[in-house]
């Protein structure tokens, strides 16, 4: 089971979440069909959204979305405050090979946007957005986290792929230090981060989500949520049909006047959805009957 726990390390003013999302990325690996190196992209910025998600409230939701000039192009994944994600790749058929014995995330995103945006059940989105620092994804929502929401954070993501192609391995953890926290002990993880193997490394040698938050931070965590992880689209025929509106009343015109069908697949579970020719009269007479 795919797991997200947040915690706060013993008697210190530390916040502390970890993921293990494996099942998950590789979900989206099958749906989206994903080469290794956008495999790895995709999976990392999946991870990223459910760390964020893990500061929602009740009925709250966070898109996390990468758009780079590298040959991936853009990224899109979208959590809520249950940890039910999806998310998609505009190219999915991208691998680059590696750059020093890991997959070129980096050089697959290229220079960009980290758009972040937050649905916090008001009449309009928080929207927060930075240059790309690295495209490695982690070091970009650190940097966010500290530029957009003031937030000083460690973030660290990892996702190993096997040589069939499949994940193996996915997750990362999410350090947060809090007011009056003492110079020696942010040294002292300063130091410990620099330290530790990968976050896929510790997941492949068999460790907890517990175990990781412990490791990144050198001292007892105590949990206080735990929260499956689940790949999750929430899509159906009528959102389908209330997005259609958006095109506009000479878009449907044309189609009703051919008397052609439509066909729409979701971009994050890539359902398809067949639309009559007597929804789209209808959606048409929609626009009629308001003007």
């Known amino acids: 089971m795919d797991l997200l726990l947040k915690g706060m390390v013993k008697d210190e003013p530390i916040l502390v979440v970890g993921l293990i999302d494996t099942d998950t990325v590789e979900k989206a690996r099958v749906i989206h069909d994903t080469y290794p190196t956008a495999t790895a992209a995709l999976g990392r910025v999946i991870s990223g959204s459910i760390l964020l998600s893990s500061i929602l409230k009740y009925g709250q939701k966070v898109v996390l979305q990468v758009a780079g000039d590298g040959p991936l192009r853009g990224i899109v994944a979208e959590t809520d405050w249950l940890c039910r994600v999806r998310g998609y790749i505009k190219r999915p058929h991208i691998h680059l090979g590696l750059k020093e014995g890991k997959l070129d995330v980096g050089r697959g995103i290229g220079k960009g946007f980290l758009n972040v945006l937050k649905d916090l059940g008001l009449r309009e989105y928080y929207r927060g957005i930075v240059p790309l620092q690295t495209g490695e994804i982690a070091t970009d929502i650190a940097y966010y986290l500290n530029v957009s929401e003031q937030i000083p954070a460690a973030v660290s993501l990892g996702v190993f792929i096997d040589s069939d192609n499949s994940v193996k391995a996915s997750g990362g953890f999410m350090i947060h230090t809090l007011p009056n926290l003492e110079d020696e002990i942010i040294g002292f993880l300063e130091r410990k981060l620099k330290e530790i193997p990968p976050v896929s490394t510790m997941i492949l040698n068999g460790l907890s989500p517990k175990e990781i938050m412990e490791e990144a931070v050198g001292l007892p965590v105590e949990i206080s949520e735990s929260k499956e992880v689940l790949y999750h ?28 069908v439509l066909n729409v697949q979701c971009e994050f579970c890539k359902k398809e959805y067949v639309v009559s020719q007597e929804e789209l009269s209808s959606i048409l007479h929609y626009f009629v009957s308001h003007n």
Do not use: A
Request: negative net charge; glycine residues 8%.
């Open 233 to 260: 689209c929430p899509c159906t025929k009528d959102r389908v049909l209330d997005s259609i509106i958006v095109l506009g009343r000479k878009d449907i015109e044309e189609l009703v006047i051919k008397g052609e």
